[in-house]
C-alpha cells in the first residue's frame, strides 16, 4: 500500500512542477511568459527529481512515476503484471491530480490565454504533449526511442560497475537524464515517455473549464504517448537484459 501511495504522490508531484513549467512558459501575463526550451527542459528535470525523492520518502523505493518504467520492470521480475496495473493506474491518478492542481496555480492565466482559437491548443499543451510536425508514424517512433533511451540509460546508471552511490545520487543522475533527453530528443514531440505524465494531466484538462477557446481531447494523437512508451521501455528490457545488465 505504501508503495501505490508514493507512486501517486509522486506522480502528482512531478506533474505539479512539470505542467507547472509549461504553464509559467506558455500562458500570458505569468512572470516566465515567453521562456524558452531551456527552461521548459530544466524544469522537467528539477521535477522528475522531486517527485521521484517524494516517491521513495512516502513508501515507493523504485520510485517508478512512469507506467513504461514499471513495465519494464516487470519483465524484469520486479513487479507481477496484477502489479504493473495497479501501479499504472495510481501513477496515471497522481498525473490526473497534479494536473488540476496546476490549473488551480494558474487559473486567472488560463482566461487571459483565451483571444483566438489558436489559445486552445496552447492551453492544452500546458498539459499534456502534442507532435511539433503532425506525422503519427514519425512521432511513435521518436517516443519509442526516446523512452528506450530513458530506461536503457536508468539501467545503466544503476549497473554495478557504476556503484556503489550515496543515496540519492542515482535518482539525481536520473533528472540530469530527462534534462539530457529533453535537450536532445524532445523536439518532435515534447517527449512524453510516460502515460502518466501525458494521459494524467491530459484527463485533467479535459475536466478544467478552459475559458471560451479549449482544445479537445486530441484522441487521434493521445494514444501515442500512451503506447509508443510501453514499446520504449520493452525494446529497452530487451537489450538490457541481452547485455546481461538485468
Known amino acids: 500500500m505504501d508503495n501505490l501511495l508514493g507512486e501517486f504522490i509522486g506522480t502528482a508531484v512531478l506533474i505539479v512542477f512539470g505542467c507547472g513549467v509549461?504553464?509559467?512558459?506558455?500562458?500570458?501575463?505569468?512572470?516566465?511568459?515567453?521562456?524558452?526550451?531551456?527552461?521548459?527542459?530544466?524544469?522537467?528535470?528539477?521535477?522528475?527529481?522531486?517527485g521521484v525523492y517524494t516517491s521513495i520518502a512516502l513508501g515507493a523505493p523504485q520510485a517508478d512515476l512512469n507506467p513504461s518504467v514499471t513495465l519494464a520492470k516487470t519483465f524484469a521480475g520486479v513487479y507481477t503484471m496484477q502489479q504493473f496495473f495497479m501501479t499504472s493506474?495510481?501513477?496515471?491518478?497522481?498525473?490526473?491530480?497534479?494536473?488540476?492542481?496546476?490549473?488551480?496555480?494558474?487559473?486567472?492565466?488560463f482566461l487571459a490565454t483565451d483571444d483566438s482559437p489558436e489559445d486552445g491548443p496552447r492551453k492544452r499543451g500546458v498539459f499534456c504533449t502534442a507532435p511539433a510536425i503532425r506525422n503519427i508514424p514519425a512521432a511513435f517512433i521518436t517516443e519509442v526511442i526516446a523512452t528506450f533511451f530513458l530506461m536503457f540509460v536508468i539501467w545503466m546508471i544503476f549497473a554495478k560497475p557504476n556503484g556503489p552511490m550515496v543515496p540519492g545520487f542515482g535518482q539525481y543522475c536520473v533528472?540530469?537524464?530527462?534534462?539530457?533527453?529533453?535537450?536532445?530528443?524532445?523536439?518532435?514531440?515534447?517527449?512524453?515517455?510516460?502515460?502518466?505524465?501525458?494521459?494524467?494531466?491530459?484527463i485533467a484538462h479535459a475536466l478544467m473549464p478552459m475559458g471560451k477557446y479549449k482544445a479537445d481531447f486530441d484522441m487521434g494523437y493521445a494514444w501515442v504517448p500512451v503506447f509508443a512508451p510501453l514499446v520504449g521501455g520493452t525494446l529497452a528490457y530487451s537489450v538490457a537484459h541481452l547485455f546481461g545488465i538485468v
Open 89 to 109: 493506474l495510481v501513477q496515471i491518478a497522481g498525473g490526473v491530480l497534479g494536473g488540476i492542481i496546476v490549473y488551480l496555480a494558474y487559473m486567472p492565466h
Open 22 to 50: 509549461n504553464a509559467n512558459m506558455a500562458l500570458n501575463k505569468t512572470c516566465g511568459s515567453g521562456g524558452g526550451w531551456i527552461c521548459t527542459t530544466a524544469g522537467w528535470c528539477f521535477a522528475v527529481l522531486l
Open 175 to 202: 533528472g540530469l537524464l530527462i534534462w539530457a533527453l529533453g535537450l536532445s530528443l524532445g523536439g518532435p514531440t515534447g517527449y512524453a515517455m510516460n502515460a502518466a505524465r501525458d494521459l494524467g494531466p491530459r
